[in-house]
T-cell receptor, first 116, second 110 residues
């Protein structure tokens, strides 16, 4: 069964609103979680690395104020897309690392965001 | 950032043939993983190969890793229609990032 749960799997929101996507590790503590974005027929682009109890590390070109990441506990990281625009429509996937660097990572099932 | 380069970007083969996909990367890694993704779906983990390993098998899958050339290959033997999907390599980097390659779209022809 899934060890990383992502919710919601699909969400439609209106332009200008904010939407939150949750990523939970179900049976392990995840010090580090990763958020990716994927456009149709493209690969996964790393947006940010989320570390429990500290600020997320964003990749170059990713707007911190646009994509708010909170990793408040060892089992939950959230991605909030603020003031969403149609160009934010995409597939967002999270992953969680079990333990320290080099250990196994697990991916959520992804969340389809459509901004209308 | 995107560092992996898959080769080829797209591959069409007849059912029953073998499919080979290659991946190159740029930095030092802890391990390299291969994933499959069906259209519009999440990722399916296929195999992980550690930086001190050279070859690994899992069913019809064979993965090689050459750290001196910073490259890996995924071989799927006796392909089936259900193997039609996109395949990605992902490098687990020393700075704790997981970076994906651009992927290969594999299409198995009946």
């Amino acid at each position: 069964g899934a060890v990383v749960s992502q919710h919601p799997s699909r969400v439609i929101c209106k332009s200008g609103t904010s939407v939150k996507i949750e990523c939970r590790s179900l049976d392990f503590q995840a010090t580090t979680m990763f958020w990716y974005r994927q456009f149709p027929k493209k690969s996964l682009m790393l947006m940010a690395t989320s570390n429990e109890g500290s600020k997320a590390t964003y990749e170059q070109g990713v707007e911190k104020d646009k994509f708010l990441i909170n990793h408040a506990s060892l089992t939950l990281s959230t991605l909030t897309v603020t003031s969403a625009h149609p160009e934010d429509s995409s597939f967002y996937i999270c992953s969680a690392r079990r333990g320290s660097s080099g250990n196994t990572i697990y991916f959520g099932e992804g969340s389809w965001l459509t901004v209308v | 950032s995107q560092q992996g380069e898959e080769d080829p970007q797209a591959l069409s083969i007849q059912e029953g043939e073998n499919a080979t996909m290659n991946c190159s990367y740029k930095t030092s890694i802890n391990n390299l993983q291969w994933y499959r993704q069906n259209s519009g779906r999440g990722l399916v983990h296929l195999i992980l190969i550690r930086s001190n390993e050279r070859e690994k098998h899992s069913g019809r899958l064979r993965v090689t890793l050459d750290t001196s050339k910073k490259s890996s290959s995924l071989l799927i033997t006796a392909s089936r229609a259900a193997d039609t999907a996109s395949y990605f390599c992902a490098t687990d980097e020393r700075d704790d990032k997981i970076i994906f390659g651009k992927g290969t779209r594999l299409h198995i022809l009946p």
